[in-house]
């Protein structure tokens, strides 16, 4: 059984900061993808930003340059660096990774970015 445990949300002003880290455990040999995805109250849940094995990333127009994404495949874990936070990055974020048996997802972290 694959869990993952996503934390570090919360709330915080227009041009702070936040560390979103997720802890991957279960039955994982190699994560082939790691990622972050991100949904609004009324909006679909979207891509945020992911990480390849190889290291190669990907992210939103709407956050490059501001946020970063990194993996720690020794503790299985993903992090997602948030500058330059502004209002309509508030969301509920999801932890997402890609192995051999499939998808999984975390629960979700709320960040708030208050103005």
């Known amino acids: 059984q694959v869990q993952l445990v996503e934390s570090g949300g919360g709330l915080v002003q227009a041009g702070g900061s936040l560390r979103l880290s997720c802890a991957a455990s279960g039955n994982i040999y190699t994560i082939s993808v790691m990622g972050w995805y991100r949904q609004a109250p009324g909006k679909q849940r979207e891509l945020v930003a992911s990480?390849?094995?190889?290291?190669?990333?990907n992210y939103a127009d709407s956050v490059k340059g501001r946020f970063t994404i990194s993996r720690d495949d020794a503790k299985k874990m993903s992090y997602l660096q948030m500058n330059s936070l502004k209002p309509e990055d508030t969301a509920v974020y999801y932890c997402?990774?890609?192995?051999?048996?499939?998808?999984?997802w975390g629960q979700g972290t709320q960040v708030t970015v208050s103005s």
């Open positions: 990480i390849t094995s190889g290291g190669s990333t």
């Open positions: 997402t990774i890609v192995v051999r048996t499939g998808r999984y």
